[in-house]
């Protein structure tokens, strides 16, 4: 078979495309500006990246347009196509939801019955509906679905909800939860029949699994007086057993750790008046056990 890169797609200019393009960068792969190209090539390796709208991804992917591909899990169950889902990838997590008028009050689901709702997501909200014994009309819009209800096309919508900052703005509030979302790696089905390609996927998700590993963990370093070392490692929320280092200095010893990096704010009182000193907290791009 011959050699070739593998093909990822990733989405054009929306909420995955700079935590997807950061995942790959954080991986080792050099990637260059890519403004309004279509495919870029990584300078130290073996990958073409696509850039495509997201909807489009699951399609591309199942028809071999591209190897694997980054999409929301949301995109790829409404399609219905015909892939592998490799890896969930613990970013841009999000719901569909059902969102209703700010001044509507709906106290359980069977307050949908006879109700329109407009979504980007017929199929799911469907299934939704369906398994909930709601009997709903559903219209399909494909973008600014939360301008919906105010132009009188439908009573409610059923949309991803991030932030919540676009609700807001439309002066809609979340109700019931369709679907839970976060970025997932997609794969092409006949992936496994390339070995080429496999091998290259295989490395690709070895270095995620590192990069996903050092998430939300920081090293931490600090001189600490001998005499208060024992209270120290037990302020210190570490991850693993931390490494204690001599230095020239006698009467002290260096500390290092990993500790989870919302957790440092909460202890960095109770180690500087144990006499902690040259506290660094410094960031860990990739963790392989
Ligand atoms: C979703 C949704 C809203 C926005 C909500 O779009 O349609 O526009 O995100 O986010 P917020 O709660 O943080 O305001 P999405 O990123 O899926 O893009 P697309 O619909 O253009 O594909
Ligand atoms: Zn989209």
Not at 178 to 191: M, P
Request: aromatic share 6%; with cysteine.
């Amino acid at each position: 078979m011959e050699k070739r890169n593998i093909r990822l797609a990733i989405q054009k200019g929306g909420r995955l495309s700079e935590k997807s393009l950061g995942l790959l960068r954080s991986c080792g792969l050099e990637i260059e500006n890519y403004s309004n190209r279509l495919i870029v090539t990584a300078k130290n390796y073996e990958l073409d990246i696509l850039f495509l709208r997201d909807d489009d991804i699951p399609e591309y992917v199942q028809d071999g347009v591209a190897d694997i591909g980054i999409v929301g899990q949301n995109v790829a169950a409404e399609k219905g196509v015909e892939i592998e889902y490799v890896k969930e990838l613990g970013f841009s997590k999000c719901q569909l939801m059902i969102a209703i008028p700010q001044d509507y009050e709906l106290s359980d689901i069977s307050g949908l019955n006879g109700k329109t709702i407009a979504t980007s997501y017929p199929n799911i909200l469907k299934k939704y509906l369906s398994e909930n014994n709601i009997v709903a009309k559903v219209i399909e819009i494909s973008g600014s679905v939360e301008i919906a209800p105010s132009l009188g096309i439908a009573d409610f919508i059923c949309d991803i909800v991030s932030t919540g900052n676009t609700l807001k703005g439309n002066k809609l509030k979340k109700s019931f939860v369709v679907f839970n979302s976060e970025a997932v790696l997609i794969g092409n089905k006949a992936i496994t029949e390339n070995p080429e390609i496999q091998s290259i996927l295989n490395d690709i998700l070895g270095r995620m699994d590192s990069t996903i590993a050092a998430k939300g963990l920081k090293y931490l370093m600090m001189n600490v007086p001998k005499t208060n070392l024992d209270t120290i490692t037990e302020i210190i929320p570490s991850v693993k057993s931390p490494s204690i280092l001599p230095l020239a200095t006698e009467d002290e010893v260096a500390v290092h750790t990993v500790i989870q990096k919302d957790k440092f704010w909460a202890i960095i009182n109770d180690l500087k008046s144990n006499g902690a000193t040259g506290i660094l907290l410094l960031p860990i791009e990739n963790m392989i056990s």
